[in-house]
């Protein structure tokens, strides 16, 4: 039996703790199993929803509890009981979808386990999404703004599937009329997303951390993209795989291989064990 030396490890699953074909390599799902037997608490915090990244924790065996998007939402993996929810109010998320409608850009709204969508039926960027996550959306024919207010829809976020050359664009649109307000992020290199302000990557971190009564100074979080920043400067080391953000990599204490060299079997050997 190894001695912990940081406690609790938390990682983003989507280029980070899973390689680029979806899968966690075999080397990471051993390494993680070592350290929690060693009695190091590892957890995921991802922008999924909360039935898309369930099944995968449960393959790899972990128990506790899993932060779902962006950290809105935190359930325990075993009962699959909520224990932390939030969203934006129906009315903010109107809001929002109007303004992405007037930028001409399609929109996903997440609502709980349902995921809302204005994007025809066959766009292969919509099939390859839910190929990955495992949810099939709900397509509507309304407009967005329009449809989340007759339903009432709180929702836990909004996010658009962009080209990769035009991510950029929306993000800075976003974030200038948002920024104050909402969360606005990315978290693939086809995503625009936007969430409530105050439950970010870096306040699930606080949130798990408390749960088990571990302090920040024995923490370590890693990710790829801009939706983890929050998350790794909070944690008491802040790691980036290599395949990252630039933006991450500069907030970063450290930075790591890449999730296709299996980044986080080498972040549980580095800082997992004294």
């Known amino acids: 039996m190894r001695n912990i030396n940081y406690k609790l490890i938390l990682s ?34 991802t922008g999924r929803m909360l039935c898309s990244i369930l099944p995968r924790v449960r393959a790899l065996g972990l128990k506790g509890l899993v932060a779902a998007y962006q950290g ?22 109107a809001e929002v979808c109007a303004y992405i409608e007037t930028l001409g850009f399609s929109i996903n709204a997440y609502s709980d386990e349902v995921l809302y969508t204005d994007i025809r039926k066959g766009d292969e960027y919509l099939e390859k999404y ?92 890693i990710g790829d993209n801009f939706n983890d920043v929050s998350m790794i400067k909070t944690a008491a080391v802040g790691v980036a795989v290599a395949n990252g953000e630039t933006a991450l990599k500069e907030a970063a204490d450290y930075i790591t291989v890449t999730n296709n060299e299996c980044a986080v079997a080498k972040i549980i050997e580095k800082f997992g064990f004294v």
């Open 130 to 221: 839910e190929e990955i996550t495992g949810v099939e959306a709900v397509s509507i024919a309304d407009k967005m703004s329009d449809y989340v207010v007759r339903r009432r829809l709180d929702c836990q976020k909004i996010a658009c599937l962009v080209a990769p050359e035009k991510r950029g664009y929306l993000y800075e649109k976003l974030a200038a009329k948002f920024n104050s307000r909402f969360d606005v992020t990315c978290s693939a290199k086809v995503l625009v997303e936007v969430s409530p302000l105050q439950n970010n990557k870096g306040e699930a971190l606080r949130f798990i951390a408390e749960h088990y009564g571990i302090p920040l100074t024995s923490t370590v979080a």
């Open 12 to 45: 983003d699953f989507d280029g980070t703790l899973s390689a680029s074909d979806n899968r966690v390599p075999e080397e990471v799902k051993l390494a993680v199993a070592e350290y929690v037997n060693c009695g190091g608490v590892f957890a995921v915090c």
């Open 72 to 93: 809105t939402v935190i359930a325990d993996i075993e009962s699959g009981e909520i224990i932390r929810r939030d969203a934006l109010s129906y009315s903010d998320v």
